[in-house]
């Protein structure tokens, strides 16, 4: 079972989405995260151990080599295009079937950050937990978050955010949030985010998982 998950983590490192994908040149006609991660779902391993230990493995593994300075933006990009394929392919098995909406919960990735994998994470499990998603995207401002809330006025609020220059974003968007609409509960999450830093900004909730957030939501909160 390691052994499937490691190659899935491995083939997220280097792009490789598909057996069809050229790139990269040195893994051309091998199996890619696509087959792996069926497989991997046919020989009974969860959809959330095939995220964790393959998926975002493998998107930590790529994002300390550019720590290092070992690959470069074009590789984290193809990384995250075989990444995002891979959660399509999930995202059925974190469906819960449930017809009834348990609410409504908007999510974007604050202003000036384009980072959307871990926003997408909490996407497809918010939903495989029964509530209705309203995806703003990336580099999302403060007024398509209002925007959002007025059409849908029972909602809860996440936000993320992977830098460290545009978690101060959050601030704004969660001022500008609860004075025109104090009730609105605002979540935040993301690799830089803390509690102290919630604190700081006012948010409501900070998660550092998409589980968390929904543990303390099926909890009744
Ligand atoms: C992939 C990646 C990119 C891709 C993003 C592609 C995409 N579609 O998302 C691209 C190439 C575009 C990119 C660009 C840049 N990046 Co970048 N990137 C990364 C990388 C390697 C992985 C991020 C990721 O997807 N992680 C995996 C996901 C699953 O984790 P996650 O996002 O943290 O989400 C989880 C939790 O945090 C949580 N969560 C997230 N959001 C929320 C919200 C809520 C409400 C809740 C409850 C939970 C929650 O749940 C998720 C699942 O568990 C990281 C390195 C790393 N180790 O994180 C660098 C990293 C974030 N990038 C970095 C940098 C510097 C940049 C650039 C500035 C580089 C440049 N010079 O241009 C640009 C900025 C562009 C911009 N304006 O946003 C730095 C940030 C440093 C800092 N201190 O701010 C990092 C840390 C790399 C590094 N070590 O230097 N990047």
Redesign the pocket.
């Known amino acids: 079972m390691q052994d499937i998950l490691q190659r899935i983590a491995v083939c997220i490192e280097r792009g490789k989405a598909s057996l069809k994908s050229l790139y990269p040149p040195d893994m051309k006609g091998q199996e890619g995260v696509a087959e792996l991660t069926e497989k991997a779902l046919k020989k009974g391993i969860s959809a959330q151990e095939v995220l964790n230990k393959g998926l975002?493995f493998g998107?930590?593994s790529?994002?300390?080599k550019?720590?290092r300075g070992d690959v470069f933006?074009p590789d984290?990009?193809i990384?995250?295009q075989a990444?995002?394929a891979a959660m399509e392919l999930l995202r059925p098995r974190f469906e819960s079937g449930e017809i009834h909406h348990k609410g409504t919960f908007i999510?974007g990735t604050v202003s000036?950050?384009?980072?959307?994998?871990?926003?997408n994470?909490?996407k497809i499990v918010m939903e495989g937990a029964g509530w209705e998603v309203i995806d703003l995207g990336t580099d999302t401002s403060t007024e398509s978050f209002i925007k959002a809330i007025k059409n849908s006025p029972g909602a809860l609020v996440?936000?993320?955010a992977?830098?460290?220059?545009?978690m101060l974003n959050m601030e704004k968007s969660v001022r500008d949030i609860h004075v025109k609409y104090p009730y609105i509960k605002v979540?935040?999450?993301?690799?830089?985010i803390t509690e102290n830093f919630r604190k700081d900004i006012g948010a409501d909730l900070y998660?550092?998982?998409?589980n968390k957030?929904v543990e303390y939501l099926k909890a009744g909160n």
Request: hydrophobic content about 50%; proline content about 7%; glycine content about 14%.
């Open positions: 975002i998107m930590h790529i994002g300390e550019f720590s933006i984290l990009l990384a995250a990444m995002n999510i000036g950050d384009l980072h959307d994998i871990g926003k994470i909490v996440g936000m993320s992977l830098l460290t220059t545009t979540i935040i999450g993301g690799a830089p998660f550092p998982d998409p957030l």
